[in-house]
């Protein structure tokens, strides 16, 4: 038997702040959107900053720098 692979606090804090802003569970939000929620969502901050590795997000230029991080990440990896 396989049994389902242990997740890590930062992965059950990330789902449940997905989930927290993606009631319909439509698999998608945009940037905007988790923006907003950052800084408006009371569940979504209290999720971050459960988390020591995680509650540096709960800034904007932080948000802001991992997205740009991302984005040269997926646009490097696209060029390969």
């Known amino acids: 038997t396989s049994s389902a692979p ?5 992965q059950v804090t990330v789902e449940a702040i997905f989930n927290a802003i993606d009631p319909k569970h439509n698999g998608v939000i945009s940037r905007r959107k988790f923006l907003r929620s950052v800084q408006l969502n ?5 999720l971050l900053n459960s988390n020591d590795k995680l509650k540096h997000l709960t800034h904007s ?5 991992k997205f740009k991080e991302m984005d040269e990440t997926y646009i490097c990896d696209a060029d390969r």
């Not at 009371?42 to 209290?46: A, G, I, P, W």
């Not at 230029?61 to 720098?65: F, G, L, P």
Request: proline share 0%.
């Open 61 to 65: 230029k932080e948000i802001m720098a």
């Open 6 to 10: 242990v997740k890590t606090a930062e």
């Open 42 to 46: 009371t569940k979504v901050q209290n």
